[in-house]
């Protein structure tokens, strides 16, 4: 059968599906830099080191942040073991929502999958929130100009809406631009550092030390400075963790890659140890450039564009450098905003194209481009909801540090976070039910069996970190209904999606079968 086409995987505990005219999004768009780029701009590097750095520098590990960058690269390559093993046999736009209904079943896949759309869907309004933040301040050093941040956010709403509807390369080929952008700025001024022999302190080699990662900053930074409070090593992990938020939707673009079999483990794991060395990189040299003293102060004060473009305005040129790193902070964050609602459209489009009543609306590819364009109109109808509805019903909402910074990233983003990892404490589990228990294919025993359960704990662990941190992780607006609604929510997702599907197994078992099983199969997997 030409992997082009759908058809079901069909294990010995479910019928083949197959799917209506219509549910195939259009196969052979993207090659393996393709899926790379997807993946990469939804990890946003230089959002996630402005924002998340600082966090972790002045508030969690201190110096040693860098090792906690090195620490997350182990945890969820191991993780990425198991990924792409599953990647390997089942190809679906849904991801963790066909993974996890071949290994756990129709139920915990469903749970899961509903889950995992949520999260996508709520990170792209979490990155059209920082989007409208950093573009209102740009515009603002660059011409003066106070553009309402909700006006910016509907325009980014409506560009990334746009740019979904269409076919998937064409999104591609803007988040490279945007990607290589950032990456090249970041590369370069961490170069800089480094042939220069570091800064003040030189290259402040414990900055790698992997058994600090795990030491809380201790009060005045270990340096006397009175503006350094004590931090918590769990802040510093999990905003390591957080940086990588987005790598694992390579599976997503499985339908629409050329050999997809090949390209998502090798575009996966590409994207998780790339993406972990550059961060452990960038974030030694930038503390090895400013120097211990200042980077615990810009951390302290949180200035997470201070740490960045003074050193660069010092090693690449001048003040001209601060206005290009605005723009890439700006374009970073549409990419990865963008990149996200692709994500949360083939979830969307994954699910429904399984059920009757949503096949020819939410589960449509377009006919010509081959996308899920009525998913991701969808998608943008949600994002459009959520930004109208923090800065009408936010205190302060139409400042843009408030309304589009502190509540809609930072909540959404917290949200997501919450949601996504237990997806993926799931999907380890999985791993080994479908390679070990249910024996769909043999598999290795280290790398689907002990690996996977090693990474199953590593991502257990985060979940700790970040409720037990959650109030920190909060910031401002941990004091606002939502911030105490969101655990409950991704609960409430969790277990009425779980209900859903036992319903659907009660009442309409046909339907039920059908549940993450729509794949992109080659013919040696079918049986």
Same mark, same amino acid.
């Given at each position: 059968?030409?992997?082009?086409?759908?058809?079901?995987?069909?294990?010995?505990?479910?019928?083949?599906?197959?799917?209506?005219?219509?549910?195939?999004?259009?196969?052979?768009?993207?090659?393996?830099?393709?899926?790379?780029?997807?993946?990469?701009?939804?990890?946003?590097?230089?959002?996630?080191?402005?924002?998340?750095?600082?966090?972790?520098?002045?508030?969690?590990? +201190?110096?040693?942040?860098?090792?906690?960058?090195? $620490? #997350?690269? &182990? %945890? @969820?390559?191991? *993780?990425?073991? /198991?990924? =792409?093993?599953?990647?390997?046999?089942?190809?679906?736009?849904?991801?963790?929502?066909?993974?996890?209904?071949?290994?756990?079943?129709?139920?915990?896949?469903?749970?899961?999958?509903?889950?995992?759309?949520?999260?996508?869907?709520?990170?792209?309004?979490?990155?059209?929130?920082?989007?409208?933040?950093?573009?209102?301040?740009?515009?603002?050093?660059?011409?003066?100009?106070?553009?309402?941040?909700?006006?910016?956010?509907?325009?980014?709403?409506?560009?990334? +809406?746009?740019?979904?509807?269409?076919?998937?390369? $064409? #999104?591609? &080929? %803007? @988040?490279?631009? *945007?990607?290589? /952008?950032? =990456?090249?700025?970041?590369?370069?001024?961490?170069?800089?550092?480094?042939?220069?022999?570091?800064?003040?302190?030189?290259?402040?080699?414990?900055?790698?030390?992997?058994?600090?990662?795990?030491?809380?900053?201790?009060?005045?930074?270990?340096?006397?400075?009175?503006?350094?409070?004590?931090?918590?090593?769990?802040?510093?992990?999990?905003?390591?963790?957080?940086?990588?938020?987005?790598?694992?939707?390579?599976?997503?673009?499985?339908?629409?890659?050329?050999?997809?079999?090949?390209?998502?483990?090798?575009?996966?794991?590409?994207? &998780?140890?790339?993406?972990?060395?550059?961060?452990?990189? =960038?974030?030694?040299?930038?503390?090895?450039?400013?120097?211990?003293?200042?980077?615990?102060?810009?951390?302290?004060?949180?200035?997470?564009?201070?740490?960045?473009?003074?050193?660069?305005?010092?090693?690449?040129?001048?003040?001209?450098?601060?206005?290009?790193?605005?723009?890439?902070?700006?374009?970073?964050?549409?990419?990865?905003?963008?990149?996200?609602?692709?994500?949360?459209?083939?979830?969307?489009?994954?699910?429904?194209?399984?059920?009757?009543?949503?096949?020819?609306?939410?589960?449509?590819?377009?006919?010509?481009?081959?996308?899920?364009?009525?998913?991701?109109?969808?998608?943008? =109808?949600?994002?459009?909801?959520?930004?109208?509805?923090?800065?009408?019903?936010?205190?302060?909402?139409?400042?843009?540090?408030?309304?589009?910074?502190?509540?809609?990233?930072?909540?959404?983003?917290?949200?997501?976070?919450?949601?996504?990892?237990?997806?993926?404490?799931?999907?380890?589990?999985?791993?080994?039910?479908?390679?070990?228990?249910?024996?769909?294919?043999?598999?290795?025993?280290?790398?689907?069996?002990?690996?996977?359960?090693?990474?199953?704990?590593?991502?257990?662990?985060?979940?700790?970190?970040?409720?037990?941190?959650?109030?920190?992780?909060?910031?401002?607006?941990?004091?606002?209904?939502?911030?105490?609604?969101?655990?409950?929510?991704?609960?409430?997702?969790?277990?009425?999606?779980?209900?859903?599907?036992?319903?659907?197994?009660?009442?309409?078992?046909?339907?039920?079968?059908?549940?993450?099983?729509?794949?992109?199969?080659?013919?040696?997997?079918?049986?």
């Amino acid at each position: 059968m030409a992997t082009d086409n759908l058809s079901a995987v069909a294990p010995a505990d479910a019928p083949p599906a197959t799917p209506s005219g219509g549910s195939t999004l259009k196969g052979g768009a993207l090659g393996l830099v393709g899926v790379l780029f997807m993946a990469v701009a939804n990890a946003a590097p230089i959002t996630a080191m402005t924002g998340n750095l600082p966090i972790a520098v002045g508030s969690g590990n +201190g110096l040693a942040a860098p090792a906690g960058f090195l $620490v #997350a690269t &182990v %945890v @969820l390559t191991l *993780f990425s073991i /198991g990924f =792409v093993a599953m990647a390997r046999h089942i190809t679906t736009a849904g991801g963790f929502y066909g993974f996890i209904s071949h290994g756990l079943g129709p139920v915990w896949g469903m749970a899961s999958g509903v889950l995992a759309a949520v999260a996508y869907v709520v990170f792209e309004g979490s990155l059209i929130g920082i989007f409208s933040y950093f573009a209102n301040d740009a515009l603002d050093q660059w011409f003066g100009w106070d553009v309402n941040w909700l006006l910016i956010a509907v325009v980014g709403i409506a560009v990334v +809406g746009v740019l979904g509807y269409f076919d998937i390369s $064409v #999104a591609a &080929v %803007v @988040l490279g631009v *945007f990607l290589v /952008g950032e =990456v090249l700025l970041l590369g370069a001024l961490a170069l800089s550092v480094l042939f220069q022999g570091g800064g003040p302190d030189g290259m402040v080699w414990s900055a790698l030390n992997p058994v600090d990662a795990f030491r809380s900053l201790p009060a005045g930074g270990g340096l006397g400075l009175d503006e350094v409070v004590a931090g918590s090593a769990a802040i510093g992990l999990f905003f390591a963790f957080w940086s990588w938020v987005g790598f694992e939707t390579t599976a997503t673009y499985g339908e629409e890659s050329r050999n997809p079999k090949k390209i998502v483990p090798r575009a996966t794991l590409l994207a &998780v140890i790339g993406l972990g060395l550059f961060y452990t990189f =960038v974030s030694w040299m930038v503390i090895a450039g400013n120097g211990e003293a200042a980077s615990l102060q810009f951390g302290a004060a949180a200035d997470g564009i201070g740490m960045f473009t003074g050193l660069a305005a010092d090693n690449l040129g001048g003040g001209w450098i601060v206005d290009v790193y605005l723009f890439l902070i700006v374009s970073g964050s549409f990419a990865c905003a963008l990149a996200f609602h692709n994500a949360a459209s083939r979830y969307l489009f994954a699910i429904g194209r399984e059920l009757p009543a949503m096949r020819r609306t939410l589960g449509a590819a377009h006919p010509t481009h081959g996308s899920p364009h009525i998913a991701s109109l969808v998608q943008s =109808v949600i994002t459009l909801v959520l930004t109208v509805a923090f800065y009408l019903l936010t205190v302060g909402g139409d400042d843009p540090l408030t309304g589009a910074y502190v509540y809609e990233y930072g909540l959404l983003a917290l949200m997501g976070t919450m949601a996504i990892l237990i997806v993926q404490a799931i999907c380890s589990v999985a791993v080994i039910s479908y390679f070990h228990v249910k024996k769909v294919h043999p598999g290795n025993i280290w790398t689907t069996g002990v690996i996977p359960g090693i990474a199953c704990l590593g991502m257990l662990y985060v979940v700790y970190l970040l409720f037990s941190n959650l109030s920190f992780a909060g910031g401002l607006a941990s004091g606002s209904p939502f911030f105490h609604a969101m655990p409950y929510i991704v609960l409430a997702v969790f277990v009425l999606a779980g209900l859903g599907a036992l319903w659907l197994r009660s009442r309409r078992p046909a339907v039920y079968a059908e549940i993450g099983r729509t794949v992109m199969a080659d013919e040696h997997e079918l049986v």
